[in-house]
């Protein structure tokens, strides 16, 4: 979302629903004649979204003077001047993936502190910073791009000018009205993938739909919005605000938003959801492109302005073979490296797990996934969950006794090492025996010191930067 306006695209949205038909067209010819790869090992990545503060803990815009010092082309830029983004390179699921993944993402997060320390600035990882402020994100501080303005004025073009109403009730309530997208800035995300194939993609995604509440809760880390007390994982309601913009009208009577958990369960193919994008939302970015239809741009722009929680993905190969995955996007940026390797092997070991039950679609309605992920975001491990079969369990209690373990069985019988996937399961572990995520020990850190968030910021940056998994963090 975030690569610039090219000379070769104009802005056409008759134009672009037509490449976008054709496109889709073609996709579906390439479900039909199971056209995909189908790897023996599949591959997993992520993307981790961050902040650069200052010496106070407060966001600074200085992203791309950053990014210049740094130069690595994967760090990229982001919505907002205080963002970046980390785009890891693919690896195999098997042996040592997740301690490999632990020794780069340190290395990289080592050369962005280093970066960054030569503006007097340092790199945080986190959902929300507490020290975060209303007034810091506005058009003011978006980053410098054709292609991001035109998301905001497309915004609120196709919402006729309404502005945005935001309402989030938690342990307090913010109410805000908004004539620009920028809350959306305030989200910082890990992003999950895991490589499927055609035959099992509409079962892991459905897999990837049910963790989604467990996921949520044991790596909450977003108590706090513009000083606000609200959700465990606020990002969730937060970014529900922001590009509030609702498609078509289902069969409930409800409509269909642009950021949501989805509608239902897929039945049998994930071209389910690219032709519910077709047919149900309309062009976000119209950019058209003078591209071959095989390379998908129009049909992956459209699908990348739909934010489902759990995100399709066809990359369409541009003459190689095309491929499926997943991308999670539910879980936090932060509190560390390896909890964050931690929430991507539970994440990875999670799906792989609930793929393999049977029936699983109709163990736990479509529904009652919904509510859970809610739940999950707005109350973390102490919320409750209807779970398969309509066993009623809280959080906290179905990670430590069940799913911890079922994930490190899952990860170890597709091939990762058994120490290695023990090692980054027993992260959560700890979180699920002492109910201490990023988002609990923020809490409690306010408890402690009032509403100090500069405090918070610092003391969180000083564990951050010492590497100890977050359960074992003091106040």
């Not at 303005?149 to 073009?157: E, K």
């Not at 736990?364 to 066993?391: C, H, I, T």
Request: net charge negative; glycine share 6%.
């Amino acid at each position: 979302m975030g690569r610039e306006i090219t000379s070769d695209e104009r802005l056409d949205e008759g134009a672009f629903q037509e490449r976008l038909r054709a496109e889709s067209k073609l996709a579906m010819t390439w479900f039909r004649d199971k056209a995909f790869e189908a790897p023996d090992t599949p591959s997993i990545g992520l993307e981790v979204e961050a902040w650069l503060v200052d010496r106070d803990g407060l966001p600074s815009p200085r992203n791309i003077e950053f990014l210049n010092i740094l130069d690595d082309p994967l760090m990229v830029p982001e919505l907002a001047a205080f963002n970046f983004e980390y785009n890891a390179p693919p690896a195999e699921l098997g042996g040592s993936v997740f301690a490999d993944m632990t020794a780069r993402l340190s290395r990289v997060w080592k050369a962005a502190s280093d970066a960054a320390e030569s503006l007097e600035l340092t790199p945080l990882m986190t959902g929300i910073p507490a020290t975060l402020r209303e007034p810091m994100l506005s058009l003011e501080t978006i980053t410098e791009s054709a292609r991001y303005r035109l998301l905001n004025d497309r915004l609120f073009q196709l919402r006729g000018g309404a502005p945005l109403t935001i309402a989030i009730d938690g342990r307090e309530r913010l109410d805000l009205v908004q004539d620009h997208l920028m809350i959306e800035a305030a989200c910082t995300s890990l992003q999950v993938h895991l490589m499927l194939t055609q035959d099992n993609a509409a079962a892991s995604y459905n897999a990837s739909q049910i963790a989604s509440a467990p996921l949520i809760a044991i790596s909450s880390n977003s108590p706090f919005l513009y000083g606000r007390r609200l959700w465990e994982e606020t990002r969730i309601p937060a970014f529900e605000s922001a590009v509030n913009l609702p498609g078509y009208r289902q069969a409930d009577g409800r409509r269909a938003n642009r950021v949501s958990f989805g509608q239902n369960h897929l039945r049998s193919s994930m071209m389910e959801l690219f032709l519910e994008n077709l047919d149900g939302y309309p062009p976000f970015l119209p950019m058209v492109s003078d591209t071959p239809d095989e390379h998908l741009v129009h049909f992956n722009l459209h699908n990348g302005t739909i934010w489902r929680w759990t995100r399709p993905i066809l990359y369409p190969g541009k003459g190689k073979t095309p491929h499926l995955r997943l991308e999670n996007r539910v879980m936090p940026a932060g509190p560390t490296v390896i909890d964050m390797v931690a929430n991507t092997a539970f994440c990875i070991g999670l799906i792989l797990h609930l793929r393999d039950e049977e029936n699983l679609a109709d163990r736990l309605p479509f529904e009652m996934a919904r509510r859970n992920f809610y739940a999950g975001a707005k109350q973390g491990l102490s919320a409750d969950l209807v779970w398969l079969d309509g066993e009623v369990i809280n959080t906290q209690v179905l990670i430590r006794e069940r799913l911890a373990d079922a994930a490190e069985q899952a990860l170890v019988k597709a091939g990762v090492a058994a120490m290695d996937a023990k090692s980054a399961i027993d992260i959560i572990r700890g979180r699920s025996r002492n109910g201490q995520t990023g988002a609990a020990w923020q809490r409690a850190h306010a408890n402690c010191n009032g509403n100090d968030h500069q405090k918070l910021i610092l003391d969180y940056l000083a564990r951050q930067q010492e590497g100890a998994p977050v359960h074992r963090w003091t106040i």
